[in-house]
């Protein structure tokens, strides 16, 4: 039976992990002598220390005692009756400190017990005889040798007490040491074995290794070196020959992959020149200044991209109410050039249709009946919304065909080109939307104040160098604030609205028409005369007098407006002595009586004599 690499290794982690724990418990033993040792010494020094403390109270008690006898101060008393106190505690102690085993110790103890308490009671009747009979009855009792006897008698027990004890703590001390000893030799062959285990399991498992990671690598050499058909033999059923038998695997996948590889590099070849022409065409949508531009990018781009497959583009307008042909490539579409949402079922589902007789799909309505081909209907979408539609013809070719089998609507060429354009087209939305936010007013949709600097400015820089003329129609609404306090600012906003509506729709072409601020307006005549800037004042004076405005079902009374012009160069040389110029021309208007136009200074009765001044 052959043994996997899995189980040497784990076998020879298990002997290392038993010899280990064998290794711990002799360590911990080794450590239980040591304590003993230690313990051993401690109650060794105690019993000495208890022992000469013992023989040391009785020597002041007896010293006490005999002061007491030879004076009779009762103060030499304390050390006799300190040791009466202490003896027996000491004594206890020195009974604790005995192992129970140690039975002639707690003998030896016991008679010096009995020859405390017999020299005490001894002391005590000197004392006695003291307090009683006087100095002589005392002294004839301290002076019989049975007092020394007995004193004798326990300082020798407290010595051969002691010398035991030595003598024992000696022996117990040479036999931990001895055990300690064969524990640490113990510890250190089980560390070496721990270490040979280790050697042994690591060098076999080694070798076996290098020997069948030696197949592998010259294998994956070979392979390589383009031996896309080499394999490793596989004899075993363990973890290197299942190795073995996943290099195998790879080198299966690999080949395939290889012969893969090759097909897609051929088709990304083709794709290639695709590829480019899509960033030219993403590029140049990107920069397009206006959507005739971005229109005829797409038409100049689509024919190459789709492989000459005919197409259009379609815009939607601001209403989203229609769309209409904006660029096409190819000839003879069928569809109509301009229809409304509801006829196309890409922008009714928000998603690519793709019409083919060979599928069971429904025909866009857009789509003339005639059409046999395939089509396919893109919506560009952002935000949510339709901002254009692509529209495709082409034959069910084996591209379209393999898309649609994969699960996919388009091919890749035609998704690529739908996805650029909606982007872009979306990109071009926005950008056209956040530059109408900061030129444009918010109320009445005219050029704002900012615009109107900016466009100064370039107009005053163009007539310098030109040469030519410039005229700076500022314009103001009489009598603006009752309307806002009759009706309100709504009605206010209504009448701005209209006012703006009238100056756009009778200013000439290339004029520019701003909102200077509140209810004053301003109007640029690039190239106009003098007499054609007032004349064009009196025409605006005339419509705004003219319009009807009606404001919550009733009419509102008549607006006029006061207007003041100034000209390039008779009025200033800058753009902003001119509009000074005619600023001030504004306030004599309003100062004359208000619905007139004042030119630089002068009335208009000059210059038009046709023109008739409002009652003010």
Same mark, same amino acid.
């Given at each position: 039976?052959?043994?996997?690499?899995?189980?040497?290794?784990?076998?020879?982690?298990?002997?290392?992990?038993?010899?280990?724990?064998?290794?711990?418990?002799?360590?911990? /033993?080794?450590?239980?002598?040591?304590?003993?040792?230690?313990?051993?010494?401690?109650?060794?020094?105690?019993?000495?220390?208890?022992?000469?403390?013992?023989?040391?109270?009785?020597?002041?008690? /007896?010293?006490?005692?005999?002061?007491?006898?030879?004076?009779?101060?009762?103060?030499?008393?304390?050390?006799?009756?300190?040791?009466?106190?202490?003896?027996?505690?000491?004594?206890?102690?020195?009974?604790?400190?005995?192992?129970?085993?140690?039975?002639?110790?707690?003998?030896?103890?016991?008679?010096?017990?009995?020859?405390?308490?017999?020299?005490?009671?001894?002391?005590?009747?000197?004392?006695?005889?003291?307090?009683?009979?006087?100095?002589?009855?005392? !002294?004839?009792?301290?002076?019989?040798?049975?007092?020394?006897?007995?004193?004798?008698?326990?300082?020798?027990?407290?010595?051969?007490?002691?010398?035991?004890?030595?003598?024992?703590?000696?022996?117990?001390?040479?036999?931990?040491?001895?055990? $300690?000893?064969?524990?640490?030799?113990?510890?250190?062959?089980?560390?070496?074995?721990?270490?040979? %285990?280790?050697?042994?399991?690591?060098?076999?498992?080694?070798? +076996?290794?290098?020997?069948?990671?030696?197949?592998?690598?010259?294998?994956?050499?070979?392979?390589?070196?383009?031996?896309?058909?080499?394999?490793?033999?596989?004899?075993?059923?363990?973890?290197?020959?299942?190795?073995?038998?996943?290099?195998?695997?790879?080198?299966?996948?690999?080949?395939?992959?290889?012969?893969?590889?090759?097909?897609?590099?051929?088709?990304?070849?083709?794709?290639?020149?695709?590829?480019?022409?899509?960033?030219?065409?993403?590029?140049?949508?990107?920069?397009?200044?206006?959507?005739?531009?971005?229109?005829?990018?797409?038409?100049?781009?689509?024919?190459? %991209?789709?492989?000459?497959?005919?197409?259009?583009?379609?815009?939607?307008?601001?209403?989203?109410?229609?769309?209409?042909?904006?660029?096409?490539?190819?000839?003879?579409?069928?569809?109509?050039?301009?229809?409304?949402?509801?006829?196309?079922?890409?922008? $009714?589902?928000?998603?690519?249709?793709?019409?083919?007789?060979?599928?069971?799909?429904?025909?866009?309505?857009?789509?003339?009946?005639?059409?046999?081909?395939?089509?396919?209907?893109?919506?560009?979408?952002?935000?949510?919304?339709?901002?254009?539609?692509?529209?495709?013809?082409?034959?069910? #070719?084996?591209?379209?065909?393999?898309?649609?089998?994969?699960?996919?609507?388009?091919?890749?060429?035609?998704?690529?080109?739908?996805?650029?354009?909606?982007?872009?087209?979306?990109?071009?939305?926005?950008?056209?939307?956040? !530059?109408?936010?900061?030129?444009?007013?918010?109320?009445?949709?005219?050029?704002?104040?900012?615009?109107?600097?900016?466009?100064?400015?370039? /107009?005053?820089?163009?007539? +310098?160098?030109?040469?030519?003329?410039?005229?700076?129609?500022?314009?103001?609404? #009489?009598?603006?604030?009752?309307?806002?306090?009759?009706?309100?600012?709504?009605?206010?906003?209504?009448?701005?609205?209209?006012?703006?509506?009238?100056?756009?729709?009778?200013?000439?072409?290339?004029?520019?028409?701003?909102?200077?601020?509140?209810?004053?307006?301003?109007?640029?005549?690039?190239?106009?005369?003098?007499?054609?800037?007032?004349?064009?004042?009196?025409?605006?004076?005339?419509?705004?007098?003219?319009?009807?405005?009606?404001?919550?079902?009733?009419?509102?009374?008549?607006?006029?407006?006061?207007?003041?012009?100034?000209?390039?160069?008779?009025?200033?040389?800058?753009?902003?002595?001119?509009?000074?110029?005619?600023?001030?021309?504004?306030?004599?208007?309003?100062?004359?009586?208000?619905?007139?136009?004042?030119?630089?200074?002068?009335?208009?009765?000059?210059?038009?004599?046709?023109?008739? +001044?409002?009652?003010?």
């Amino acid at each position: 039976m052959r043994v996997t690499l899995t189980g040497r290794i784990w076998a020879g982690f298990t002997l290392s992990a038993m010899a280990l724990i064998a290794v711990s418990t002799l360590w911990v /033993e080794n450590e239980h002598h040591a304590r003993d040792l230690d313990e051993l010494d401690h109650r060794t020094h105690q019993i000495v220390v208890d022992a000469g403390n013992l023989i040391s109270e009785m020597k002041d008690a /007896e010293t006490g005692a005999r002061g007491y006898v030879i004076t009779g101060a009762v103060s030499y008393l304390e050390p006799y009756e300190r040791a009466l106190a202490n003896t027996p505690e000491i004594i206890e102690h020195l009974t604790a400190k005995l192992p129970s085993e140690q039975s002639m110790q707690r003998q030896r103890i016991a008679a010096i017990e009995r020859l405390v308490k017999t020299r005490m009671e001894l002391l005590k009747q000197a004392v006695e005889l003291r307090r009683d009979q006087g100095f002589d009855a005392a !002294r004839a009792f301290v002076l019989r040798d049975q007092d020394r006897f007995t004193m004798d008698q326990l300082r020798g027990m407290v010595s051969e007490l002691i010398s035991v004890q030595t003598e024992l703590a000696e022996q117990g001390q040479t036999n931990l040491a001895r055990q $300690r000893g064969r524990t640490l030799l113990y510890i250190a062959a089980g560390a070496g074995g721990i270490v040979l %285990i280790l050697f042994l399991t690591s060098w076999a498992t080694a070798a +076996n290794f290098r020997r069948r990671l030696g197949d592998i690598v010259q294998g994956a050499v070979r392979l390589g070196a383009g031996e896309l058909d080499y394999r490793i033999e596989v004899a075993n059923q363990d973890e290197l020959s299942a190795l073995g038998q996943r290099f195998n695997d790879m080198a299966d996948a690999i080949q395939k992959v290889s012969t893969g590889l090759q097909a897609a590099n051929d088709k990304l070849s083709r794709y290639a020149g695709t590829l480019r022409l899509l960033g030219s065409m993403a590029q140049r949508l990107q920069e397009s200044g206006s959507i005739e531009e971005f229109a005829a990018t797409v038409q100049r781009f689509a024919p190459d %991209i789709l492989n000459r497959r005919r197409g259009a583009l379609f815009l939607a307008n601001p209403a989203q109410t229609l769309v209409a042909s904006a660029a096409q490539w190819g000839e003879s579409l069928a569809t109509e050039m301009q229809f409304g949402p509801g006829e196309c079922w890409a922008l $009714r589902r928000g998603q690519p249709h793709v019409y083919s007789p060979a599928d069971a799909e429904v025909r866009c309505t857009h789509v003339r009946a005639e059409h046999r081909g395939s089509y396919a209907c893109v919506p560009l979408m952002g935000h949510g919304v339709f901002a254009g539609l692509l529209y495709f013809e082409f034959e069910d #070719d084996p591209a379209a065909a393999a898309a649609r089998a994969s699960g996919h609507l388009l091919d890749e060429e035609t998704a690529a080109l739908s996805e650029d354009v909606s982007l872009a087209l979306v990109n071009f939305r926005l950008r056209e939307t956040q !530059r109408s936010q900061s030129t444009r007013d918010a109320l009445t949709s005219l050029f704002n104040r900012r615009y109107l600097d900016e466009a100064l400015e370039l /107009e005053f820089e163009r007539a +310098n160098r030109g040469r030519s003329l410039l005229c700076v129609i500022m314009s103001d609404i #009489d009598h603006f604030k009752l309307f806002n306090d009759t009706h309100g600012h709504d009605c206010g906003d209504v009448v701005l609205q209209a006012i703006a509506q009238v100056l756009v729709s009778h200013a000439r072409k290339g004029d520019i028409v701003c909102r200077y601020g509140g209810e004053e307006f301003t109007v640029v005549m690039p190239g106009a005369t003098r007499e054609v800037a007032v004349n064009r004042a009196e025409m605006l004076r005339q419509a705004v007098k003219e319009r009807t405005i009606t404001w919550q079902g009733q009419t509102l009374d008549e607006v006029t407006m006061s207007f003041g012009v100034a000209s390039f160069p008779e009025d200033g040389e800058t753009a902003r002595e001119v509009v000074k110029a005619a600023d001030e021309a504004l306030f004599r208007a309003k100062a004359e009586g208000r619905d007139r136009v004042v030119l630089g200074g002068r009335s208009t009765s000059g210059l038009a004599p046709k023109m008739a +001044n409002g009652p003010g």
